[in-house]
């Protein structure tokens, strides 16, 4: 199973389209810091449709709670941030990794830039733009870590 790990979400829809694109593909979502919204907030539940109630997901206070309880091998751990020197489609994503997002308006805690910076990978982008939207970014990382893994996920 793979992972999708948002930290510190601020925009609802975002965590709803995330969610619902983890309910398509099995993938299990966790939830990490402050939320900018309310789990059982009516934008979630739009933008997740009717299928939030199938979404595997977790909840954790900090990020130390969510290390501590998943264990997570550091080469199971990707940040994706626009700060990243590697591309995303060169990362060796295997099943049971986690996929790790930052904040839509500030990124990753400050401190994972120096922490982790052998881990973090980016979505390379040639136009005048800053980022990708966090659902998109989401989604572009998953399916390629589906893509690389395919033949665990192929029924």
């Known amino acids: 199973m793979l992972n999708i790990v948002l930290i510190n979400p601020e925009i609802p829809f975002n965590t709803g389209n995330i969610g619902r694109s983890c309910v398509a593909t099995g ?13 059982a907030s009516k934008e979630i539940r739009r933008s997740g449709l009717d299928y939030w109630p199938n979404l595997d997901y977790r909840r954790y206070e900090t990020w ?3 290390l501590q309880v998943n264990r997570p091998e550091r080469e199971q751990l990707f940040f994706m941030s626009t700060k990243g020197q590697k591309n995303y489609w060169d990362a060796q994503f295997t ?8 904040a839509e308006s500030c990124g990753l ?14 979505i390379p982008m040639t136009g005048p ?3 990708l939207n ?6 572009i ?15």
Not at 95 to 102: A, K, Q, S, V
Not at 134 to 139: D, K, N, R, V
């Open 27 to 39: 993938t299990r979502l966790h939830l990490v810091g402050k939320l900018g919204f309310k789990i």
């Open 64 to 66: 130390e709670e969510f």
């Open 95 to 102: 099943d049971g990794c986690f996929l790790c997002f930052g």
């Open 109 to 122: 805690p400050k401190d994972f830039y120096e922490k982790y910076a052998d881990r973090l990978f980016t």
């Open 129 to 131: 733009v800053r980022s």
């Open 134 to 139: 966090l659902s998109s970014s989401a989604a």
């Open 141 to 155: 990382t998953l399916f390629e870590a589906l893509r690389q893994n395919r033949n665990s996920y192929l029924k």
